[in-house]
Nanobody, 118 residues
Framework: QLQFVEFGGELVQPGGSLRLSCVVSGDQFSKFAMGWYRQTPGKSRSLVAD???????NYAASVEGRFTISRDNAKNTMYLEMNSLKPEDTAVYYC????????????WGQGTRVTVSP
């Protein structure tokens, strides 16, 4: 089983940038496809970006070209570089291993809150 600690979220102005980090504890992190998810009040958690164990990436249309997902298997850490942030990016961001259907595999961490506002 993997466990996740997300950090890096904060208040940022529209057009700004942030880098989120996800530190993973547990075995075999490098073997899992991983994803960044986000959730806003009243809505279900949605997949924003994912990266497989070979480094291939996919992005939701709403963040394509602005967000970059990466992983460092030696450090058991995953990142989300977010640029040109918009108010609609405001959410709590979570990381998890991703199953074939795009859902998270393990229990969720606490997440990290990103607020994009003037």
């Amino acid at each position: 089983q993997l466990q996740f600690v997300e950090f890096g979220g904060e208040l940022v102005q529209p057009g700004g940038s942030l880098r989120l980090s996800c530190v993973v504890s547990g075995d075999q992190f490098s073997k899992f496809a991983m994803g960044w998810y986000r959730q806003t009040p009243g809505k279900s958690r949605s997949l924003v970006a994912d990266i497989n164990n070979r480094g291939m990436t996919n992005y939701a249309a709403s963040v394509e070209g602005r967000f970059t997902i990466s992983r460092d298997n030696a450090k058991n850490t995953m990142y989300l570089e977010m640029n040109s942030l918009k108010p609609e990016d405001t959410a709590v961001y979570y990381c998890n291993a991703k199953n074939i259907n795009g859902a998270g595999v393990f229990p969720w961490g606490q997440g990290t809150r990103v607020t994009v506002s003037p």
